[in-house]
């Protein structure tokens, strides 16, 4: 079905010294290339391992926060890996921050008035 061409019958000739040191020169290069990327893969695939063993799990279960006798929740907001709960106490405004992955108080900050 296919036509292929005819088979020439020469004896292979050896190379010349020159031919084999091109060879030679190739093989190296190409060898170092080959190592090159599979460094280079080898180190992608390390960096995704890293990050995946280092991922840190969201916290999971209940927590009950404590607010003070009198105040209510004027609002709530998530940011990045933060819980953000504006609170109300006696008049004055109050934000606490919590972190989103422990659900521990991360910070608070509260308003005043200027007597």
Known sequence: M????????????????????VIRKFRRFSSISMLVMVLGV?????????RMIRAKPLATGEMTALLPKGARIVSTAVSGDVVVVA??????????TFDARTLAPAGRLRFAVEP
Do not use: K, M
């Not at 292929?4 to 050896?14: G, H, R, S």
């Open 2 to 21: 296919f036509h292929l061409p005819p088979q020439i019958d020469t004896p292979e000739e050896a190379l010349t010294p020159e031919q084999e040191r």
């Open 42 to 50: 080898a180190a992608v695939f390390g960096v995704i391992g890293y």
């Open 87 to 96: 609170i109300e106490v006696n008049g004055a405004t109050e934000i606490r």
